[in-house]
C-alpha cells in the first residue's frame, strides 16, 4: 500500500489510486501556498529587502506570514521564515506549531532552521536551493542531524524556478545599479 508521509494514515482498505491522487492534491497546494510565499517574496523586494516569503499553514489555513525585513526592521533574525512562524505563534497562542507545514522560497538558513525545528513544525517546502548558507543539505543538513530531538519532513524545489529567477533578477539589479552609482 502507499505508506508515506502524507498517507500513513489512510486505512489499509484504501486502494493505490486514492493515495495517488492525495498526493497529487497535496502537490497542487504546495503549488498554490508557494505561489502565495512568492507574492509575500516580492513585497521584500520593493522594499529593497532580499526576496524571500514565507508561510505557516495548519490544515490548508494560513496562520502566519512573513518576509525578509532585516534590513529595515534593524534585525538580523528579520528573515522571512522566522517572521512567518512569529505570526502563526501568535495567532496559535503557543511557541510550538505541531501539525504545521511552513512554505518557503529559499532552502532555510542554520538559523532558520533551528528556529523551525524548535517550533516542531512538521514539514518544510522550500522553493530554490540555496548554496551560500541552506541548512537542508546545500551546505549543511540540520533537519537530518540524527542527534537532535526533532524532525521536520522536507520538500525542497516547489516552483524552484520561478523562486530562482526573482533571488536573481533581484540580484542582478542590485549588481548593476552598484556599478552604475
Known amino acids: 500500500m502507499c505508506k508515506d508521509f502524507y498517507t500513513d494514515n489512510l486505512p489499509e482498505s484504501r486502494d493505490i489510486t486514492r493515495c495517488h491522487n492525495m498526493k497529487m492534491n497535496l502537490f497542487h497546494d504546495d503549488e498554490q501556498f508557494m505561489a502565495r510565499a512568492l507574492d509575500l517574496a516580492r513585497q521584500a523586494a520593493t522594499l529593497g529587502e532580499v526576496p524571500v516569503g ?98 521536520a519532513q522536507i520538500e525542497g524545489g516547489v516552483l524552484a524556478d520561478d523562486c530562482g529567477r526573482l533571488l536573481s533578477s533581484f540580484f542582478s539589479a542590485r549588481r548593476q545599479r552598484t556599478a552604475i552609482a
Open 54 to 151: 514565507a508561510l505557516v499553514v495548519r490544515e490548508g489555513v494560513v496562520i502566519g506570514e512573513g518576509f525578509n525585513r532585516p534590513i529595515g526592521a534593524h534585525d538580523p533574525t528579520a528573515h522571512a521564515e522566522i517572521m512567518a512562524l512569529r505570526a502563526a505563534a501568535a495567532i496559535e497562542a503557543n511557541y510550538r506549531l505541531p501539525g504545521c507545514t511552513l512554505y518557503v522560497t529559499l532552502e532555510p538558513c542554520a538559523m532558520c532552521a533551528g528556529a523551525i525545528l524548535h517550533s516542531r513544525v512538521a514539514r518544510v517546502v522550500y522553493g530554490a536551493r540555496d548554496p551560500k548558507t541552506g541548512a537542508n543539505g546545500s551546505v549543511i543538513d540540520l533537519f537530518a542531524e540524527p542527534r537532535l530531538n526533532h524532525h
